[in-house]
């Protein structure tokens, strides 16, 4: 059955049906999913999550850190924190963590003065801003630590920020216990590079848009063995249920596209991923 290793049904958009639907989703071919926390309220949220539905039917693991776009809520009393909540019995990775620099304040000077001026004015004034790379590295880097620590793989959010990224996981030596480039966004070569470093590729729904053409080649290119079916729910949701709220049991029109793009069946895409996942996740 299929394993959604990226999820977050802690999103308030899920307030309305989520006991029924992840109590459901065995029965749409989903036996296995991973809440992934983004700060240290989500992450304890997560650990939650998989407490509560132990014995189900359906294994909930759970993964706690930083995303970067949360990097300023870093600090040494969330970390410590966030390292105790490791050691919940749920948890499989340390996650998501990494790099985004989609939204920095590029700004110069002047725009920010004329940014002033207009809010002195009561005019609304686009502010938010990604946190400072600098401010991203050390959560990263301080994440990474933490992962090594606890012997566990890493889930990382690499946006705009290929070769920082890959640097650091590199040089910090971040895959010493594996872990998942959750959501891949980045041409062939860097796929390469991450898989070179024993790291596995997330394949969600924006492998079926239409403008996906490097994830594309990713999939097509990158043997099954180094990939990972995620959903990354509320978000991300395929064609043809694309713009609505996402969730797990959708995965099985990317394994569709999966299987087309690699001439292979359904059945084995579910399979090999799905083993995958236990491998990188080291779930017995």
Do not use: W
Not at 9 to 21: A, G, I, Q, V
Not at 63 to 70: C, E, I, K, R
């Amino acid at each position: 059955m299929i394993f959604d290793t990226h999820c977050h049904y802690n999103d308030e958009s899920f307030d309305s049906d989520r006991d029924d639907l992840i109590k459901g989703l065995p029965g749409e071919g989903v036996d296995r999913i991973c809440e992934i926390g983004y700060n240290l309220e989500s992450s304890e949220k997560a650990v939650h999550l998989a407490e509560e539905y132990r014995g189900t039917g359906l294994s909930v693991y759970s993964a706690v850190g930083f995303h970067p776009q949360n990097a300023n809520e870093f600090n040494p009393d969330s970390f410590q924190k966030l390292e105790e909540l490791s050691y919940s019995e749920s948890v499989v990775a340390i996650g998501e963590i990494g790099l985004d620099y989609y939204r920095l304040d590029k700004r110069s000077p002047i725009e920010k003065e004329q940014d002033e001026e207009k809010k002195k004015r009561g005019e609304e004034v686009f502010e938010d801003f990604d946190p400072e790379p600098a401010m991203q590295k050390e959560c990263f880097i301080s994440m990474i630590e933490l992962a090594k620590k606890r012997n566990l793989p890493i889930v990382i959010h690499s946006r705009d920020a290929a070769l920082d990224s890959f640097r650091i996981v590199r040089d910090h030596k971040a895959y010493k216990n594996g872990g998942i480039v959750h959501c891949f966004s980045y041409p062939l070569e860097v796929a390469k590079d991450f898989v070179s470093l024993g790291m596995m590729i997330g394949i969600g729904g924006v492998l079926t848009f239409t403008n996906a053409k490097k994830l594309k080649q990713v999939a097509e290119e990158i043997p099954l063995e180094h990939i990972v079916l995620e959903t990354d729910c509320p978000y991300m949701a395929p064609v043809p249920v694309r713009g609505t709220r996402n969730y797990s049991g959708n995965l099985r029109y990317v394994v569709d596209f999966l299987a087309d793009l690699k001439g292979i069946s359904a059945e084995e895409v579910i399979r090999v991923t799905a083993k995958n996942g236990e491998k990188v996740y080291r779930i017995q």
